[in-house]
């Protein structure tokens, strides 16, 4: 019986290892780790389909002024909230990742033209533009930049992909803000 235990809970500390080696502690998003597998998958499947494929890269707007004035406890309940929110604005079999601070990186299989990804990126902006209240008292307003590149316009290798996404994201961010842009005009 206490080998039976022992068993337990060691094949539990390796789920935990493992979930916490693919995935972010805090969004429960995959993260960068395994991004890049389904990234490589993605762009073959793609690739072998002759399919496009968005690639997003997101940074919200004003993060760190919530982190500098609320403390990092409410900044991680704003995270967590954009991930859900995220999450519901894409369809089922995109990919929302959480690359680290509050940047995310989405994955758009099957994208049929420009349009698609234009009405994509506008339901990710707005959610992101609704309120995230912190407490009853405390309500914040954030934007997100978001780059785009989209296979195989912009690139055939994953590097050129999320290199061109982004570039496109931070010429957002030192302009205007929340918007999109792509990596080059379609």
Do not use: W
């Not at 960068?32 to 690739?47: H, M, N, T, W, Y």
């Not at 968005?54 to 919200?60: E, T």
């Not at 982004?166 to 005009?185: C, E, F, L, N, V």
């Amino acid at each position: 019986k206490a080998l039976r235990e022992e068993i337990k809970v060691r094949r539990e500390a390796e789920e935990k290892l493992a979930y916490l080696a693919n995935y972010d502690a805090l969004t429960g998003l995959p993260n960068r780790r395994l991004f890049q597998q389904i990234f490589s998958r993605s762009l073959r499947e793609a690739e072998a389909g002759k399919r496009m494929l968005a690639v997003l890269y997101l940074d919200l707007d004003g993060f760190k002024e919530v982190n500098d004035t609320y403390g990092h406890e409410k900044g991680d309940a704003v995270l967590e909230e954009s991930a859900r929110r995220l999450r519901r604005s894409v369809r089922n079999i995109d990919t929302v990742s959480r690359m680290g601070g509050d940047e995310f990186v989405l994955l758009l299989p099957d994208i049929e033209d420009d349009e698609a990804v234009e009405q994509a990126c506008e339901r990710i902006l707005g959610e992101i533009r609704r309120p995230f209240p912190l407490d009853e008292n405390v309500t914040v307003h954030l934007t997100a930049s978001i780059g785009v590149s989209l296979f195989p316009r912009d690139s055939q290798d994953e590097d050129s992909l999320l290199t061109g996404a982004d570039q496109a994201m931070y010429r957002i961010k030192r302009g205007s803000k929340d918007h999109y842009s792509y990596t080059r005009t379609p």
